[in-house]
């Protein structure tokens, strides 16, 4: 049967920063194409679901699901600051955004949909929870 994990000298290219200049550079480095791709995935879900925040819904679940995946992969390699600097706070960080989930339960709210605005909250903290275990599993298994 084969093995699902990774090898962590694949990661060790990526140096290890703690409190210098360069933090800021790899956060913003990731943030780039993180917000890029949020916005390329919302607009392209948008026509598909019911309502745009359910395209939210499905970019800030999957980025859950990669973060628990980064977190992993971590703690299993050792203190990668750079790496979890670049992809865990820079790319994830920016791909998936709270203030907009909130704008979107709020906007609900407003329209009298109180039942759906508790659904997405509902559901976005328990998928959010069960994508994040779920990348956590896969990377610390090996």
């Given at each position: 049967m084969a093995r699902i994990g990774f090898r962590c000298r694949l990661f060790r290219g990526i140096p290890d920063v703690a409190g210098s200049g360069s933090e800021a550079l790899l956060v913003a480095l990731?943030?780039?194409?993180?917000?890029?791709?949020?916005?390329?995935?919302?607009?392209?879900?948008?026509?598909?679901?019911?309502r745009k925040h359910w395209g939210t819904f499905v970019v800030n679940v999957t980025a859950c699901f990669f973060l628990g995946l980064v977190l992993a992969m971590v703690?299993?390699?050792?203190?990668?600051?750079?790496?979890?600097?670049?992809?865990?706070?820079?790319?994830l960080g920016s791909l998936s955004t709270?203030?907009?989930?909130?704008?979107?339960?709020?906007?609900?709210?407003?329209?009298?949909?109180?039942?759906?605005?508790?659904?997405?909250?509902?559901?976005?903290?328990?998928?959010g929870l069960l994508a994040t275990a779920l990348g956590y599993g896969l990377g610390s298994y090996g």
């Amino acid at each position: 049967m084969a093995r699902i994990g990774f090898r962590c000298r694949l990661f060790r290219g990526i140096p290890d920063v703690a409190g210098s200049g360069s933090e800021a550079l790899l956060v913003a480095l990731g943030a780039i194409p993180g917000a890029w791709l949020r916005l390329r995935l919302v607009n392209h879900l948008k026509p598909m679901l019911p309502r745009k925040h359910w395209g939210t819904f499905v970019v800030n679940v999957t980025a859950c699901f990669f973060l628990g995946l980064v977190l992993a992969m971590v703690e299993r390699c050792g203190p990668m600051t750079g790496l979890a600097l670049l992809i865990g706070v820079g790319f994830l960080g920016s791909l998936s955004t709270f203030s907009t989930f909130v704008m979107e339960v709020l906007q609900e709210l407003r329209s009298g949909q109180v039942l759906l605005a508790l659904m997405l909250m509902i559901a976005s903290l328990l998928m959010g929870l069960l994508a994040t275990a779920l990348g956590y599993g896969l990377g610390s298994y090996g």
